[in-house]
Protein backbone atom coordinates (compact mmCIF):
# COMPACT_ATOMS: atom_id res chain seq x y z
CA UNK A 1 0.00 0.00 0.00
CA UNK A 2 0.90 3.43 -1.05
CA UNK A 3 0.19 5.16 2.48
CA UNK A 4 2.56 2.59 4.62
CA UNK A 5 5.10 5.11 3.02
CA UNK A 6 4.02 7.89 4.81
CA UNK A 7 4.89 6.75 8.57
CA UNK A 8 7.33 9.17 9.81
CA UNK A 9 8.96 7.91 13.38
CA UNK A 10 11.49 10.70 14.71
CA UNK A 11 13.52 7.75 16.48
CA UNK A 12 13.99 4.21 15.10
CA UNK A 13 14.60 1.41 18.08
CA UNK A 14 16.26 -1.64 16.92
CA UNK A 15 14.72 -4.76 19.46
CA UNK A 16 14.04 -7.81 16.72
CA UNK A 17 15.44 -11.22 18.35
CA UNK A 18 14.73 -9.89 21.88
CA UNK A 19 12.28 -11.71 24.12
CA UNK A 20 9.73 -10.30 26.56
CA UNK A 21 10.35 -8.30 28.63
CA UNK A 22 13.39 -6.51 26.00
CA UNK A 23 11.42 -4.79 23.97
CA UNK A 24 9.93 -2.97 26.67
CA UNK A 25 12.75 -1.88 28.63
CA UNK A 26 14.73 -0.77 25.02
CA UNK A 27 11.52 0.68 24.86
CA UNK A 28 11.73 2.80 28.24
CA UNK A 29 14.97 4.05 27.35
CA UNK A 30 14.47 5.44 23.75
CA UNK A 31 10.90 7.00 24.67
CA UNK A 32 12.82 8.88 27.38
CA UNK A 33 15.07 10.66 24.53
CA UNK A 34 12.89 11.77 22.77
CA UNK A 35 11.10 15.26 22.91
CA UNK A 36 7.06 15.39 24.00
CA UNK A 37 5.25 14.60 20.83
CA UNK A 38 7.52 12.66 18.57
CA UNK A 39 6.83 9.02 17.28
CA UNK A 40 8.81 6.14 18.08
CA UNK A 41 9.23 3.11 15.85
CA UNK A 42 10.21 -0.05 17.48
CA UNK A 43 11.22 -2.88 15.31
CA UNK A 44 10.54 -6.35 16.90
CA UNK A 45 10.33 -9.99 16.11
CA UNK A 46 8.66 -10.82 19.40
CA UNK A 47 4.88 -11.74 18.00
CA UNK A 48 3.79 -11.15 21.86
CA UNK A 49 5.64 -7.13 22.01
CA UNK A 50 2.44 -6.26 20.19
CA UNK A 51 -0.11 -7.02 23.20
CA UNK A 52 3.08 -6.05 25.16
CA UNK A 53 4.04 -2.68 23.51
CA UNK A 54 0.27 -1.28 23.86
CA UNK A 55 -0.21 -2.07 27.32
CA UNK A 56 2.88 -0.53 28.09
CA UNK A 57 2.34 2.54 26.04
CA UNK A 58 -1.11 2.81 27.77
CA UNK A 59 -0.20 2.17 31.43
CA UNK A 60 2.86 4.82 31.07
CA UNK A 61 0.61 7.21 29.44
CA UNK A 62 1.92 7.21 25.91
CA UNK A 63 0.05 6.70 22.67
CA UNK A 64 0.11 3.50 20.97
CA UNK A 65 -0.69 4.39 17.21
CA UNK A 66 -1.13 1.09 15.70
CA UNK A 67 1.57 -1.99 14.40
CA UNK A 68 2.41 -3.06 10.91
CA UNK A 69 3.75 -6.08 9.98
CA UNK A 70 6.04 -6.63 7.20
CA UNK A 71 6.77 -10.79 7.63
CA UNK A 72 8.63 -12.08 10.65
CA UNK A 73 9.28 -7.85 11.58
CA UNK A 74 6.78 -6.00 13.42
CA UNK A 75 6.97 -2.16 13.25
CA UNK A 76 5.24 -0.85 16.63
CA UNK A 77 4.58 3.11 16.66
CA UNK A 78 4.29 5.00 20.06
CA UNK A 79 3.49 8.27 20.55
CA UNK A 80 5.72 10.23 23.52
CA UNK A 81 3.59 12.09 25.40
CA UNK A 82 3.35 15.59 26.07
CA UNK A 83 0.49 16.72 28.65
CA UNK A 84 -0.94 18.42 25.99
CA UNK A 85 -4.77 16.80 27.15
CA UNK A 86 -4.56 18.93 30.50
CA UNK A 87 -2.16 21.71 29.92
CA UNK A 88 -3.03 23.49 27.02
CA UNK A 89 -6.14 25.97 27.00
CA UNK A 90 -7.72 27.26 24.18
CA UNK A 91 -7.41 30.05 22.11
CA UNK A 92 -8.67 30.34 18.87
CA UNK A 93 -12.15 31.54 19.62
CA UNK A 94 -14.49 29.06 16.81
CA UNK A 95 -14.92 25.98 17.91
CA UNK A 96 -16.99 22.90 16.40
CA UNK A 97 -17.99 19.66 18.31
CA UNK A 98 -17.14 16.38 16.66
CA UNK A 99 -20.81 15.71 15.98
CA UNK A 100 -21.00 19.07 13.94
CA UNK A 101 -17.66 18.03 11.57
CA UNK A 102 -20.00 14.65 11.23
CA UNK A 103 -22.78 16.69 9.94
CA UNK A 104 -20.89 18.90 7.46
CA UNK A 105 -19.19 15.51 6.16
CA UNK A 106 -22.34 13.44 5.99
CA UNK A 107 -24.50 16.70 4.00
CA UNK A 108 -21.06 16.85 1.68
CA UNK A 109 -20.42 20.27 2.53
CA UNK A 110 -18.06 22.26 0.78
CA UNK A 111 -15.35 22.04 3.68
CA UNK A 112 -11.75 21.09 4.21
CA UNK A 113 -10.35 19.50 6.65
CA UNK A 114 -7.32 19.06 7.81
CA UNK A 115 -5.60 16.88 10.11
CA UNK A 116 -2.40 18.36 12.07
CA UNK A 117 -1.24 15.41 13.98
CA UNK A 118 1.88 13.36 12.92
CA UNK A 119 2.06 11.29 9.85
CA UNK A 120 2.00 7.78 11.77
CA UNK A 121 -0.86 9.10 14.05
CA UNK A 122 -2.57 10.35 10.69
CA UNK A 123 -1.45 6.84 8.81
CA UNK A 124 -3.23 4.28 11.34
CA UNK A 125 -6.58 6.49 12.38
CA UNK A 126 -8.13 9.21 10.11
CA UNK A 127 -10.94 11.18 8.64
CA UNK A 128 -10.99 9.98 5.03
CA UNK A 129 -11.67 13.75 3.80
CA UNK A 130 -9.03 14.73 6.03
CA UNK A 131 -5.29 16.22 4.41
CA UNK A 132 -2.43 15.03 6.43
CA UNK A 133 -0.85 18.35 7.28
CA UNK A 134 1.17 17.91 10.30
CA UNK A 135 1.60 20.99 12.74
CA UNK A 136 5.16 21.27 12.26
CA UNK A 137 4.82 21.40 8.40
CA UNK A 138 2.07 23.94 8.60
CA UNK A 139 3.88 27.57 8.06
CA UNK A 140 5.86 25.87 4.87
CA UNK A 141 2.81 24.33 3.07
CA UNK A 142 0.13 26.92 3.28
CA UNK A 143 0.24 27.10 -0.07
CA UNK A 144 -1.93 24.09 -0.16
CA UNK A 145 -4.56 25.76 1.34
CA UNK A 146 -7.14 28.26 0.04
CA UNK A 147 -7.34 31.33 2.66
CA UNK A 148 -11.40 31.28 1.18
CA UNK A 149 -12.25 27.96 2.41
CA UNK A 150 -13.81 26.63 5.60
CA UNK A 151 -11.52 24.63 7.48
CA UNK A 152 -11.71 22.03 9.83
CA UNK A 153 -8.95 21.61 11.85
CA UNK A 154 -8.39 18.32 13.90
CA UNK A 155 -5.67 16.91 15.89
CA UNK A 156 -6.08 14.58 18.49
CA UNK A 157 -7.63 16.39 21.51
CA UNK A 158 -7.98 19.62 20.33
CA UNK A 159 -5.12 21.08 21.50
CA UNK A 160 -2.63 21.43 18.57
CA UNK A 161 -5.54 21.90 16.29
CA UNK A 162 -5.84 24.91 18.27
CA UNK A 163 -2.59 26.26 17.89
CA UNK A 164 -3.06 25.43 13.91
CA UNK A 165 -6.33 27.04 13.61
CA UNK A 166 -4.61 30.15 15.45
CA UNK A 167 -1.64 29.91 13.13
CA UNK A 168 -3.91 29.76 10.27
CA UNK A 169 -5.96 32.84 10.89
CA UNK A 170 -2.59 34.82 11.71
CA UNK A 171 -1.91 34.28 7.79
CA UNK A 172 -5.11 35.75 6.72
CA UNK A 173 -7.34 32.17 6.29
CA UNK A 174 -11.05 33.61 6.84
CA UNK A 175 -13.25 30.61 7.97
CA UNK A 176 -11.17 28.30 10.45
CA UNK A 177 -12.98 26.55 13.02
CA UNK A 178 -11.11 23.77 15.55
CA UNK A 179 -13.03 20.31 16.14
CA UNK A 180 -13.32 19.49 19.39
CA UNK A 181 -12.16 16.74 21.29
CA UNK A 182 -10.92 15.84 17.76
CA UNK A 183 -10.02 11.85 16.62
CA UNK A 184 -9.81 10.94 20.44
CA UNK A 185 -12.84 10.74 21.06
CA UNK A 186 -14.21 10.18 16.85
CA UNK A 187 -16.87 8.23 16.33
CA UNK A 188 -17.61 8.83 12.27
CA UNK A 189 -15.70 6.97 9.46
CA UNK A 190 -12.11 6.46 9.40
CA UNK A 191 -9.74 4.97 7.49
CA UNK A 192 -6.34 3.37 7.91
CA UNK A 193 -3.67 1.98 6.40
CA UNK A 194 -4.46 -1.82 8.38
CA UNK A 195 -7.55 -1.78 6.22
Known sequence: MQEVTMIKADMMLDAKGLACPMPIVKTKKAINQLEAGLVLEVQATDKGSKADLRAWAESAGHQYLGTIEEG???KHYLRKSSGEETSHEAKHPIVAHNEELMKKLQADAVIVV?????????AFNHIPEAISIPLGDL????????KDDEIYVVCRTGSRSDFAAQKLTEKGFKKVV???PGMSKWTGNTKSINF
Open 72 to 74: EML
Open 114 to 122: VDVRETAEY
Open 139 to 146: ESRLDELN
Open 178 to 180: NVV
